[in-house]
């Protein structure tokens, strides 16, 4: 995936061949903010300026603005699979939040 980051904001960034423009839309939030450009140069700005927009309307109109995640993750998997991984933290020294972190963390690093 080709991203871009500002501000704690991630932005997905693709190819629209069909009008020859880079477009980009951020990620993990409810409120959809995209933007374009012809250049890679034009699109940094286009995102830059994109989440300002979005941060100053938000306090403009007294919105919180969302924030793409907040650092607490919460899953419903089958008891097997949560003892399992319950039993790996363990023995490999770490609470199952470390052990998930570092997990997650791998997984999400392609």
């Given at each position: 995936?080709?991203?871009?980051?500002?501000?704690?904001?991630?932005?997905?960034?693709?190819?629209?061949?069909?009008?020859?423009?880079?477009?980009?839309?951020?990620?993990?939030?409810?409120?959809?903010?995209?933007?374009?450009?012809?250049?890679?140069?034009?699109?940094?700005?286009?995102?830059?300026?994109?989440?300002?927009?979005?941060?100053?309307?938000?306090?403009?109109?007294?919105?919180?603005?969302?924030?793409?995640?907040?650092?607490?993750?919460?899953?419903?998997?089958?008891?097997e699979i949560?003892?399992?991984?319950?039993?790996?933290?363990?023995?490999?020294g770490k609470?199952?939040?470390?052990?998930?972190?570092?997990?997650?963390?791998?997984?999400?690093?392609?």
């Amino acid at each position: 995936m080709n991203s871009m980051t500002y501000k704690g904001y991630t932005a997905r960034i693709d190819f629209d061949d069909r009008n020859n423009l880079l477009v980009g839309r951020l990620l993990g939030i409810q409120d959809v903010i995209g933007f374009h450009a012809d250049t890679v140069t034009e699109l940094r700005s286009a995102f830059e300026e994109a989440v300002d927009d979005y941060l100053e309307t938000c306090a403009r109109i007294g919105k919180p603005p969302e924030k793409p995640a907040s650092g607490k993750l919460m899953l419903r998997i089958p008891h097997e699979i949560h003892a399992a991984a319950l039993v790996t933290a363990k023995a490999k020294g770490k609470s199952l939040n470390q052990w998930a972190t570092e997990v997650l963390n791998e997984a999400s690093h392609i």
